[in-house]
């Protein structure tokens, strides 16, 4: 038996094990890329897209954790939220994700590094001017990929 939504009840359409495997497809593009990059068959002018992969992928994946814990679309998009990987890792925490040193070290270090340029958008959009971005062999994120 379907029922049709109420005219105030918003259908969800980012059930959270889309928005986790869609951030899985990201996580695995991007570690496509950056193997195509490394073994130079492919060739790319900046480093951006993969990082920007890489964000993307955290970012669903932490809330996908907390869609299935309850939290709603609309607040998860909200400005409380929004691309800021830090605040994502720490309502994960909050609202009981499962604690592994590893694995904890590892969000942490990735986190550390990419949460900068999520929030102010590096990776997506062209900014000019002098900045440094990750690099691949910097110690935490050469351990963390």
């Not at 955290?58 to 709603?72: I, N, Q």
């Not at 998009?77 to 904890?104: M, Q």
């Not at 990419?114 to 102010?120: H, K």
Request: proline share 6%; glycine share 4%.
């Amino acid at each position: 038996m379907t029922t049709e939504p109420t005219e105030n009840e918003e259908i969800d359409r980012s059930p959270p094990i889309a928005v986790f495997l869609t951030g899985e497809s990201y996580f695995q593009s991007a570690k496509y890329l950056r193997s195509g990059v490394e073994t130079a068959d492919l060739r790319l002018r900046f480093n951006m897209p993969i990082y920007y992969l890489y964000s993307h992928a955290l970012e669903l994946t932490l809330k996908a954790y907390l869609l299935s814990k309850g939290v709603t679309s609309n607040r998860l998009r909200s400005r409380d939220y929004g691309h800021k990987l830090k605040v994502l890792w720490d309502a994960c925490l909050t609202e009981g994700f499962p604690h592994h040193p590893i694995n904890d070290a590892f969000v942490a270090q990735m986190i550390e590094i990419l949460d900068p340029f999520a929030v102010d958008f590096e990776f997506r959009y062209i900014q000019v001017g002098l900045r440094t971005s990750p690099r691949w062999q910097h110690p935490k994120l050469r351990s963390a990929i």
